[in-house]
């Protein structure tokens, strides 16, 4: 039986269902975690709310949009320089956030005057940007203001702009994951189809569920630009809100993040017969699969073999000099949900570490079928894993290195392991060929820091002084 | 000439300053010792707050969620409240305190905090009889003012449901500081024991900058006790310093055990300094000891180097907590620099009739503007104008793009700070704080005047 009641769930049973250690000869048919589901009150989980999982995972990325949050300023203010993820232009996503800053009087009378007179405030202020995304928030929702009509309102007032509505409190759903599946499905329904976009090459692709954190984005870009490929839409790294309304106009829809943006793509292939493709971008090996599945579908494999052949021979040296000292390291993973499985085998193929220990915030049981079977025995699989249970499973798996977000890193800073912001990356980007080596290097200079073994050091230990000594 | 108040005309708000009133009411809590703030609403509005602490500070606070979902907007929430408060009893035997911070959302449902915490009690009792776990109610709606009432509210909140009656004289001192860095508070108390006085911090948080361990022991918490919040009844008075901060908790505790209220001047700067030490002695009966005298002496001399030569006439922008802003207004003056525009980033309609600001009305002989309910637009809008001229901002990370974008020195100050390296280990407030931020200011000014090749050679021979 694979599932684990750890010793401080023993007072919330219903947390074995979440934890699963993997044990060889063990069907994962027979045993999944339970995902998706409602978290305990109280439990300290790291989860965030649906509407970030909107907002600042996909939406805020888009680089000519106003985010018009209507609410209070706090769900404003916290999805602000809380990602990072430039963009080529001038940062516009990165530098502003718009709110309707909702008081006492407009819960009591309503909000859409107000939010009609925020959103025409933002346009004035910023002339040159045509584009909005409005976002209700736990308030207006449970008000129920009349967002779309609003919307509409602005919309017909201004000719030349166009807005998207996304209608997802913070407690809808059980975490982030919600407002994701909102906001791919709002889209297509809203906004796909309205745009036709210029055709310059007779391969084109939309790119779906990466968001340029650190650059990942222009890190792939510089691949389907030397294969001849035209990228639609990017799902939204460094992506403008009008390509992704041309994204009905792609041959093919290439994946990475099934978990954030499976939606669209599944409704793209619904609607529009464009044929979905998953890839992982992350590591060595996933990476040329990559490129040499997109290749084969469009008949140019020839490219992409000359494409991997060059990376290979500019970064595989690097790599392996990593993969020397790196080999048997032990690596945790708490992030959010897809990494998961993107890392765990590109980490054992590419470099030889063993991911021991795993969390997910909102990955659903099909992430984890995905995780566990790419992932080893002996490893624990958490679903929604809480502070208390990272104390426990960390010292039973004794990671060299977690990668995980800054909060926690914080945390097990006290306990002598170094972390890698998962999230954000230490140093990225990580996709592609070079973002992996930069992956390595900054593992490799985690675990050689010798500030950490410093740490460990009790300078009141019993000890012979030098007077000691010599007076022996 | 002349200094004008006003309020933000815009409805829409640009890039707010501050966070919302639970934000607040979170970092309130966590001073506490053996508290764990139960937030009763949305997971975001807990999520975010965590990161944010964790930017400012580069530590993990415990902060918990009630995990709010659909069915609880539709039926309430009162039975995850409840699971909450004996899920965080249950796996944390130390947990002596539960601060319940309401959200906007639970506050718009309309949740019967006060009913479900006294049943909370009762379960408790019965599960744990030999344990108090004390379950204090803070109403923060994040649509009334902001991070900043919404620390007043947590920490009056919890003076009033933990310290319920009158006890033994203690001898001790309370002390309000605010929200303030842990370098403020370790000089806090560098002063008051200087004096020779016994004091209680409410909430003591020095721990906030807390070490990496041989043991791997986790020492980042609070470290205001229980007891400590009890006996504050007992304490022969209060210093209480920031007005929108800590004001409504000291006066409750005057008007509720008599505890006299010494409400002063938030010590930034040289002369509130003074006047604050002046009545920690008033109120002991202890003479200022001769090392603050030296102390503030070598202050004074550090500043005497900057203040004319590379600080007078410099027009700087202020941004941040009320206190934080009013306070650096008046020390800019202090060091011959002017204050041009105040952003003051709520609602609260007490801002306009602040005698500190009206003093600055008096004293000004230049053009200085403070905007209530300001956002960093205001900011940004004024310095988009070429005319505008202005050689300082001053305040926290989040209007770091103003200073980037138009080439605009700054120096961060204030909550959050987490684009500059360990500024919560250092004061802003006392004698010491004000030479830091002094020699912050200038060494800023050097570095822009160097990578602006603007006069770089005037400090050969400085």
Same mark, same amino acid.
């Given at each position: 039986m694979p599932l684990v009641l750890l010793e401080c769930?023993?007072?919330?049973?219903?947390?074995?269902?979440?934890?699963?250690?993997?044990?060889?000869?063990?069907?994962?048919?027979d045993y999944l975690p339970v995902a998706n589901a409602p978290t305990i009150p109280g439990s300290l989980s790291e989860r965030g709310c649906s509407f970030c999982g909107a907002k600042l995972v996909i939406g805020g990325v888009l680089k000519d949009t106003i985010q018009m949050i209507h609410g209070p300023i706090g769900c404003a203010y916290n999805t602000w320089h809380t990602k990072r993820y430039p963009s080529d232009g001038d940062n516009f996503q990165l530098k502003y956030v718009m709110s309707s800053d909702m008081k006492e009087g407009h819960v009591v009378f309503g909000g859409d005057k107000r939010l009609y007179e925020a959103m025409n405030d933002a346009f004035n202020e910023f002339p040159h940007i045509k584009r909005m995304i409005v976002y209700t928030?736990?308030?207006?929702?449970?008000?129920?203001?009349?967002i779309k009509s609003t919307v509409k309102r602005v919309t017909q007032e201004r000719a030349d702009v166009d807005i998207f509505t996304v209608e997802c409190p913070g407690f809808a759903g059980v975490s982030q994951s919600k407002g994701h599946h909102v906001l791919n499905i709002g889209w297509v329904n809203d906004k796909v189809g309205q745009v036709e976009p210029e055709i310059t090459s007779e391969?084109?692709?939309?790119?779906?569920?990466?968001?340029?954190?650190?650059?990942?984005?222009?890190?792939?870009?510089?691949? !389907?630009?030397?294969?001849?490929?035209?990228?639609?839409?990017?799902?939204?790294?460094?992506?403008?809100?009008?390509?992704?309304?041309?994204?009905?106009?792609?041959?093919?829809?290439?994946?990475?993040?099934?978990?954030?943006?499976?939606?669209?793509?599944?409704?793209?292939?619904?609607?529009?017969?464009?044929?979905?493709?998953?890839?992982?971008?992350?590591?060595?090996?996933?990476?040329a699969e990559a490129i040499r599945k997109i290749c084969t579908f469009f008949g140019i494999e020839e490219r992409g073999e000359a494409l991997i052949a060059e990376?290979?021979?500019?970064?595989?040296?690097?790599?392996? !000099?990593?993969?020397?000292?790196?080999?048997?390291?032990?690596?945790?993973? !708490?992030?959010?949900g897809p990494r998961l499985w993107h890392w765990t085998k590109a980490v054992e193929d590419d470099l030889g570490i063993n991911v021991v220990a795993m969390s997910s915030k909102f990955g659903h049981q099909e992430d984890f079928e995905k995780i566990i079977a790419r992932g080893r025995a002996g490893t624990f699989y958490i679903d929604d894993a809480n502070e208390l249970e990272f104390y426990e499973v960390l010292a039973r798996t004794k990671p060299d290195v977690i990668f995980t977000g800054p909060r926690v890193g914080d945390l097990v800073k006290k306990l002598h392991i170094p972390y890698i912001n998962g999230h954000g990356y230490h140093n990225g980007p990580y996709m592609g060929f070079e973002g992996f080596v930069n992956l390595a290097r900054d593992f490799y200079n985690a675990t050689r820091n010798p500030l950490l073994g410093l740490a460990a050091k009790d300078i009141r230990a019993p000890r012979r002084s030098a007077v000691l000594e010599a007076a022996e | 000439?002349?200094?004008?108040?006003?309020?933000?005309?815009?409805?829409?708000?640009?890039?707010?300053?501050?966070?919302?009133?639970?934000?607040?009411?979170?970092?309130?809590?966590?001073?506490?010792?053996?508290?764990?703030?139960?937030?009763?609403?949305?997971?975001?509005?807990?999520?975010?707050?965590?990161?944010?602490?964790?930017?400012?500070?580069?530590?993990?606070?415990?902060?918990?969620?009630?995990?709010?979902?659909?069915?609880?907007?539709?039926?309430?929430?009162?039975?995850?409240?409840?699971?909450?408060?004996?899920?965080?009893?249950?796996?944390?035997?130390?947990?002596?305190?539960?601060?319940?911070i309401t959200t906007c959302s639970t506050e718009v449902i309309g949740d019967d905090i006060e009913g479900s915490i006294n049943l909370c009690n009762k379960a408790l009792k019965e599960e744990f009889p030999d344990r108090k776990i004390y379950l204090v109610p803070v109403h923060t709606p994040s649509f009334k003012s902001s991070q900043v009432g919404g620390y007043a509210t947590c920490l009056q909140s919890v003076i009033k449901s933990m310290c319920n009656a009158k006890v033994a004289p203690s001898g001790k001192l309370n002390v309000f500081p605010g929200w303030v860095n842990p370098g403020d508070l370790d000089l806090l108390k560098h002063y008051v024991s200087a004096i020779g006085i016994d004091a209680t911090y409410f909430f003591d948080t020095s721990d906030f900058d807390s070490p990496i361990m041989p043991d791997k022991s986790i020492h980042t918490h609070g470290r205001t006790t229980v007891e400590d919040i009890q006996r504050a009844s007992g304490a022969f008075g209060s210093l209480s310093l920031s007005r929108y901060e800590s004001f409504s908790a000291s006066t409750y505790l005057q008007s509720e055990f008599e505890v006299p209220a010494h409400n002063i001047n938030t010590p930034y700067g040289i002369a509130n300094t003074d006047a604050m030490l002046e009545t920690l002695s008033d109120i002991s009966g202890r003479p200022i000891?001769?090392?603050?005298?030296?102390?503030?002496?070598?202050?004074?001399?550090?500043?005497?180097?900057?203040?004319?030569?590379?600080?007078?006439?410099k027009t700087v922008a202020l941004y941040g907590h009320p206190d934080l802003v009013i306070g650096l207004a008046e020390f800019c003056i202090e060091v011959e620099m002017k204050p041009k525009l105040l952003l003051l980033g709520d609602d609260n309609g007490k801002y306009k009739r602040d005698p500190r600001l009206k003093a600055l009305q008096e004293k000004v002989d230049w053009d200085m503007e403070v905007v209530c309910n300001a956002d960093l637009w205001e900011l940004e809008k004024r310095v988009k104008d070429p005319a505008y001229k202005l050689d300082l901002i001053l305040g926290h990370s989040k209007g770091r793009y103003v200073s980037i974008e138009h080439g605009i020195p700054m120096v961060r100050v204030g909550f959050p700070s987490f684009d500059r390296a360990g500024l919560y280990r250092h004061p802003t407030m006392g004698y010491q704080g004000a030479v830091h931020l002094a020699e912050n200011i200038v060494n800023t000014f050097f570095t822009h005047m160097e990578i602006k090749k603007d006069r770089e050679w005037m400090m050969n021979v400085w």
């Open positions: 769930d023993k007072v919330i049973p219903e947390r074995e269902k979440h934890v699963y250690l993997k044990v060889e000869g063990e069907d994962t048919r928030t736990c308030p207006t929702a449970l008000i129920g203001d009349d391969y084109t692709i939309n790119v779906i569920g990466d968001y340029n954190i650190q650059g990942d984005t222009f890190m792939l870009q510089q691949y !389907w630009d030397k294969l001849g490929i035209q990228v639609i839409a990017h799902f939204t790294g460094n992506a403008k809100y009008d390509d992704c309304r041309a994204m009905h106009r792609a041959k093919l829809n290439v994946v990475n993040c099934a978990r954030s943006a499976g939606y669209i793509a599944n409704e793209l292939m619904k609607r529009y017969g464009i044929p979905r493709l998953d890839v992982d971008t992350w590591g060595f090996n996933y990476m990376e290979y021979a500019k970064w595989e040296g690097k790599l392996n !000099w990593y993969k020397e000292r790196l080999a048997g390291k032990k690596m945790a993973v !708490w992030t959010g | 000439m002349g200094c004008e108040i006003s309020t933000r005309k815009r409805t829409g708000l640009i890039n707010p300053i501050f966070d919302c009133q639970p934000a607040g009411a979170q970092f309130a809590g966590i001073g506490i010792k053996d508290s764990i703030p139960l937030v009763h609403g949305g997971q975001g509005c807990v999520m975010f707050v965590r990161l944010l602490l964790a930017q400012h500070y580069k530590e993990n606070f415990d902060l918990a969620s009630t995990s709010l979902h659909e069915d609880s907007a539709v039926f309430g929430g009162r039975k995850r409240l409840e699971e909450g408060v004996m899920t965080l009893a249950r796996r944390y035997p130390n947990l002596r305190v539960i601060p319940v000891p001769d090392s603050l005298v030296v102390e503030r002496g070598k202050a004074i001399d550090a500043l005497q180097d900057l203040a004319h030569m590379w600080l007078a006439d």
